[in-house]
Protein backbone atom coordinates (compact mmCIF):
# COMPACT_ATOMS: atom_id res chain seq x y z
CA UNK A 1 0.00 0.00 0.00
CA UNK A 2 2.87 2.23 0.60
CA UNK A 3 4.46 1.33 -2.79
CA UNK A 4 1.33 2.51 -4.31
CA UNK A 5 1.08 5.49 -1.89
CA UNK A 6 4.49 6.38 -3.01
CA UNK A 7 3.28 5.84 -6.59
CA UNK A 8 0.41 8.61 -6.66
CA UNK A 9 2.74 10.99 -5.06
CA UNK A 10 5.19 10.58 -8.09
CA UNK A 11 2.16 10.52 -10.26
CA UNK A 12 1.22 14.20 -8.98
CA UNK A 13 4.41 15.26 -8.61
CA UNK A 14 5.29 14.83 -12.47
CA UNK A 15 1.95 16.44 -13.59
CA UNK A 16 3.19 19.50 -11.03
CA UNK A 17 6.46 19.67 -12.89
CA UNK A 18 4.56 19.70 -16.31
CA UNK A 19 1.76 22.06 -15.19
CA UNK A 20 4.99 24.51 -14.23
CA UNK A 21 6.95 23.82 -17.42
CA UNK A 22 3.14 24.76 -19.02
CA UNK A 23 2.87 27.90 -17.14
CA UNK A 24 6.74 28.98 -17.81
CA UNK A 25 6.25 28.47 -21.61
CA UNK A 26 3.19 30.16 -21.99
CA UNK A 27 4.20 33.25 -19.07
CA UNK A 28 7.67 33.33 -21.74
CA UNK A 29 5.41 33.53 -24.90
CA UNK A 30 3.33 36.81 -23.01
CA UNK A 31 6.57 38.11 -22.20
CA UNK A 32 7.67 37.83 -25.72
CA UNK A 33 4.58 39.68 -27.14
CA UNK A 34 4.29 42.52 -24.47
CA UNK A 35 8.14 43.31 -25.51
CA UNK A 36 7.03 43.26 -28.87
CA UNK A 37 4.52 45.93 -28.52
CA UNK A 38 6.60 48.33 -26.38
CA UNK A 39 9.16 48.06 -29.23
CA UNK A 40 8.39 51.49 -30.39
CA UNK A 41 11.49 51.10 -33.33
CA UNK A 42 9.73 47.92 -34.70
CA UNK A 43 6.22 49.07 -34.90
CA UNK A 44 7.33 52.23 -36.53
CA UNK A 45 9.43 50.15 -39.14
CA UNK A 46 6.24 47.70 -39.64
CA UNK A 47 3.88 50.22 -40.27
CA UNK A 48 6.47 52.52 -42.53
CA UNK A 49 6.59 49.40 -44.70
CA UNK A 50 2.42 49.11 -44.47
CA UNK A 51 2.46 52.70 -45.78
CA UNK A 52 5.05 51.83 -48.40
CA UNK A 53 3.41 49.10 -50.04
CA UNK A 54 0.12 50.77 -50.26
CA UNK A 55 1.47 53.95 -51.60
CA UNK A 56 3.03 51.38 -54.39
CA UNK A 57 0.21 50.03 -55.00
CA UNK A 58 -1.85 53.16 -55.19
CA UNK A 59 0.68 54.44 -57.55
CA UNK A 60 0.50 51.33 -59.94
CA UNK A 61 -3.02 51.95 -59.92
CA UNK A 62 -3.03 55.45 -61.05
CA UNK A 63 -0.41 54.79 -64.16
CA UNK A 64 -2.88 51.71 -65.16
CA UNK A 65 -5.63 54.17 -65.01
CA UNK A 66 -4.26 57.26 -66.72
CA UNK A 67 -1.98 55.12 -69.10
CA UNK A 68 -4.99 54.87 -71.67
CA UNK A 69 -4.75 57.28 -74.41
CA UNK A 70 -8.72 58.68 -73.55
CA UNK A 71 -7.65 59.29 -69.92
CA UNK A 72 -4.91 61.41 -71.10
CA UNK A 73 -7.19 63.16 -73.39
CA UNK A 74 -9.39 64.08 -70.71
CA UNK A 75 -6.58 65.31 -68.54
CA UNK A 76 -5.53 67.63 -71.05
CA UNK A 77 -8.84 68.68 -71.82
CA UNK A 78 -9.15 69.46 -68.26
CA UNK A 79 -6.29 71.19 -67.87
CA UNK A 80 -7.09 73.32 -70.48
CA UNK A 81 -10.62 74.43 -69.05
CA UNK A 82 -9.27 75.00 -66.04
CA UNK A 83 -6.60 77.89 -67.87
CA UNK A 84 -9.26 79.10 -69.67
CA UNK A 85 -11.32 79.61 -66.48
CA UNK A 86 -8.47 81.01 -64.51
CA UNK A 87 -8.29 83.73 -67.78
CA UNK A 88 -11.85 84.44 -67.88
CA UNK A 89 -11.34 85.55 -63.96
CA UNK A 90 -8.56 87.36 -64.13
CA UNK A 91 -9.70 89.39 -67.19
CA UNK A 92 -13.42 89.77 -65.33
CA UNK A 93 -11.56 91.12 -61.98
CA UNK A 94 -8.95 93.25 -64.59
CA UNK A 95 -12.08 94.89 -66.41
CA UNK A 96 -13.73 95.32 -62.86
CA UNK A 97 -11.10 97.30 -61.37
CA UNK A 98 -10.77 99.85 -64.56
CA UNK A 99 -14.44 100.29 -64.60
CA UNK A 100 -14.01 100.96 -60.66
CA UNK A 101 -11.67 104.00 -60.57
CA UNK A 102 -14.22 106.39 -59.71
CA UNK A 103 -14.86 105.76 -56.27
CA UNK A 104 -17.86 106.99 -53.69
CA UNK A 105 -17.12 107.88 -49.60
CA UNK A 106 -20.06 109.33 -48.80
CA UNK A 107 -21.32 112.66 -50.55
CA UNK A 108 -18.10 113.30 -51.84
CA UNK A 109 -17.25 111.68 -55.52
CA UNK A 110 -13.74 111.89 -56.44
CA UNK A 111 -12.24 110.26 -59.20
CA UNK A 112 -8.27 108.19 -59.62
CA UNK A 113 -6.58 107.07 -62.18
CA UNK A 114 -5.33 103.93 -62.75
CA UNK A 115 -2.24 103.69 -60.79
CA UNK A 116 -2.62 106.70 -59.07
CA UNK A 117 -3.72 107.40 -55.23
CA UNK A 118 -4.55 111.04 -55.46
CA UNK A 119 -6.94 112.12 -56.25
CA UNK A 120 -7.30 113.85 -59.61
CA UNK A 121 -11.11 115.26 -59.42
CA UNK A 122 -13.58 115.72 -56.72
CA UNK A 123 -16.92 116.55 -57.30
CA UNK A 124 -19.42 117.79 -54.00
CA UNK A 125 -23.13 116.18 -55.06
CA UNK A 126 -25.72 116.66 -53.20
CA UNK A 127 -28.98 114.46 -52.94
CA UNK A 128 -28.77 110.47 -52.71
Given at each position: MTTQGRHGTDAATEELRQEV???????????????????????????????????????????????????????????????????VATAAVWVRRRRTSTRRMGPVRFRVRPGQRHAVQVRRHKGR
Open positions: DRARHELGETVEQLAAKADVKALAREKAEHAKDRARDAAASAWRAAGSEQAMARARQGGAVIVAAGA
